[in-house]
């Protein structure tokens, strides 16, 4: 046996008595052990004696790489699910029944390369797909009593568009709760058309019958798209105009919220006008649109001004920047430079680049139509007027509770 044999058979005999333990060749660190060869996907709590991170709000955290961005809230578990994800792996190698369905790549390559491996292996979420998680997570946050959110903007910048997609979202992810739209803009509203055509009913309508107890009664006279969005039209759909006044929206809203949890209403463009401001009266919310253009910007920052000069600089605290590019064309760095500026005042901004689906008009699909860019924004956004929903205390809403 030459010299080479004896040194493995002594550094590689199980048991030998005082022979210390098998080791790679190469200096070893005095450290912990190596981790195991899968590690695992959620990590472990930090050590003791390692600093927590600063606590920050949750409207304040970032998510790179849009530089421009609103700050999103942080994820809340909803009731029964799994916590949210910590920090995954850009490729994580498994072995099967290693990580839960959630954690695995639902689209692109990342699923292709799933399927082709059998499972063996799994590449782990994109960026965006745990945008996603963090996002849907904050909006099935556990809320109570009734919450509304208006949405502001002068005419052409998609803000009917933008109510009826926020509207959906809820609906869609928060099916415990009844979601409605309603059109509180007196200038032609086309709210319905948007989510329902076929709703022919409105304000009138649902006023009129003094009747009208139970949640059957008033599902008869509002609409109802697939994602389980209901909706009431702003005008009647036949006869002579007639207009929207405080008085019909204050009875009307007191109906919905006997039955609706939520309530994303479309407003006017004029801040003057006697609707919305007895909209504005008991907001928990607000969603100012503005287009990618130094004259949406210019509206939406005499909106917020129009705020702070009436003495509703709380509900100023909770109002969130849409920069909505409704046409495609939006020059980049002056939607960077508006972005900048909202953030620079204090408002959280969130860019909706555009979406084919969004522009003919017809009926909103958050779920197949809309593109899955889009359909990320939108959930950044409801994300973040479900917190505000959550930041506003109970005693400050004197509306009854939803019914359930």
Not at 247 to 271: K, N, P, Q, W
Request: net charge neutral; hydrophobic share 40%; with cysteine.
């Amino acid at each position: 046996m030459n010299e080479r044999d004896e040194f493995l058979r002594d550094r590689l005999r199980p048991g030998q008595p005082g022979a210390p333990a098998a080791r790679p060749p190469g200096p070893q660190p005095n450290g912990p052990p190596p981790p195991a060869a899968f590690p695992p996907v959620f990590p472990g709590p930090a050590p003791q004696s390692a600093p927590a991170p600063p606590s920050v709000p949750p409207h304040q955290q970032a998510y790179p790489p849009a530089p421009m961005r609103a700050q999103a809230p942080a994820a809340h578990p909803a009731p029964g699910s799994s916590p949210p994800p910590g920090v995954w792996s850009d490729v994580a190698f498994a072995p099967p029944g290693r990580t839960g369905p959630s954690l695995r790549a639902d689209r692109g390559w990342r699923r292709i390369v799933e399927m082709i491996t059998f499972g063996l292996v799994r590449p782990g979420p994109s960026a965006a797909q745990r945008e996603e998680v963090q996002f849907e997570a904050a909006i099935r946050m556990v809320l109570h009593g009734n919450h509304k959110v208006g949405v502001l903007g002068k005419g052409g910048v998609g803000k009917t568009s933008v109510a009826a997609s926020v509207g959906s979202i809820f609906a869609e992810l928060r099916r415990q709760d009844r979601v409605v739209a309603v059109d509180a803009d007196t200038a032609f509203g086309r709210l319905a058309s948007r989510i329902d055509p076929e709703s022919t009913n409105s304000f009138w309508d649902l006023t009129a019958d003094k009747h009208l107890h139970s949640y059957t009664d008033v599902m008869a006279r509002v609409g109802r798209n697939t994602a389980g969005l209901h909706v009431l039209g702003g005008e009647p759909a036949a006869g002579p105009r007639r207009v929207l006044d405080p008085a019909i929206y204050r009875e009307a809203a007191l109906r919905l919220d006997r039955h609706f949890a939520i309530s994303v209403i479309d407003c006017g463009s004029t801040m003057d006008a006697p609707v919305t401001q007895e909209v504005l009266r008991d907001l928990d919310a607000l969603i100012v649109v503005s287009s990618p253009w130094a004259d949406g910007a210019s509206a939406a920052a005499k909106i917020m001004d129009w705020l702070a000069d009436h003495n509703l600089r709380g509900l100023l605290q909770r109002t969130i920047v849409v920069l909505n590019d409704s046409d495609g064309h939006a020059d980049k760095r002056t939607r960077s430079l508006l972005a900048r500026e909202f953030i620079n005042h204090g408002q959280p901004v969130v860019e909706v680049p555009f979406d084919p689906h969004l522009r003919p008009g017809g009926v909103i699909d958050v779920s197949t139509e809309m593109a899955p860019p889009t359909r990320l924004r939108f959930l950044q956004i409801a994300a973040t007027v479900a917190e505000y929903f959550a930041s506003r205390p109970a005693d400050m809403r004197n509306r009854p509770p939803a019914a359930r």
